[in-house]
């Protein structure tokens, strides 16, 4: 079975600095990774998947095998990033299910 | 493009009583999923529909909820009777297959507190 783990439920930090939101996960086999983002008061929405190797808004995340890691980076935060994150991994199989974290609720402030 | 559309967007019951929620999805996706998402955590999948067939339901607490997808493409969750660990937000979501690459989008969430 798959598990993701997302170690901070909240998160703050100020405008300009860097963020890094953390994403650990356990899947036997090769797993796709995913960060959403749900921002005030919108819906759930994809922000990036590991295999499209791509920064939406500024922001990365690498997938680490060897650490079964997926932190979720931006050098320079922005109020606007402000909004609840989760990490979600799909399994392989005929399923392919998406298993979610808990989500971070990351702040910016001014 | 339309979103996935969702219905009623909030519902307060009683416990023990029944409550039915609908969904329509992006036109042409064939995957709708029903998840659950309790507050603090994250959304958990409770069934899987490829056109109207049943891909994966085994969290689905079938002593009280069901689905159905009658035609492939509007489906309904339903929980009778409610308890008070149901209280959640009910994603309803789709893509356009099950395969990698493929977007899944998520609706506004239905709210329900079961009092």
């Known amino acids: 079975a798959q598990r993701v783990t997302q170690p901070e439920k909240l998160l703050s930090v100020f405008k300009g600095a860097p963020v890094e939101l953390k994403c650990n996960y356990s899947?036997?086999?090769?797993?796709?990774l995913f960060w959403y983002v749900q921002y005030s008061r919108q819906r759930l929405q994809l922000l990036l998947r590991?295999?499209s190797r791509e920064s939406i808004k500024g922001f990365t995340a690498d997938l680490n095998k060897g650490e079964t890691s997926f932190h979720l980076k931006k050098p320079f935060a922005q109020e606007e990033d402000s909004a609840m994150y989760y990490c979600a991994l799909r399994a392989s199989g005929s399923a392919r299910q998406l298993t979610f974290g808990s989500g971070t609720q990351l702040t910016v402030l001014p | 493009e339309a979103g996935v559309a969702q219905s009623p967007r909030y519902k307060i019951i009683e416990k023990r009583q029944s409550v039915a929620f609908w969904c329509n999805p992006i036109?042409?996706?064939?995957?709708l999923y029903w998840y659950q998402q309790i507050l603090g955590q994250g959304p958990k999948l409770l069934i899987q529909f490829q056109n109207n067939g049943v891909v994966d339901d085994s969290q689905l607490p079938k002593d009280r909820f069901s689905a159905e997808r009658l035609k492939g493409v509007d489906s309904t969750l339903k929980i009778q009777p409610a308890k008070l660990e149901d209280s959640a937000v009910y994603l309803c979501a789709s893509s356009l297959l099950r395969s990698s690459g493929n977007t899944i989008y998520f609706g506004e969430g239905s709210w329900l507190t079961v009092v």
């Open positions: 590991h295999i």
């Open positions: 036109s042409g996706h064939a995957t």
């Open positions: 899947y036997s086999g090769s797993p796709e």
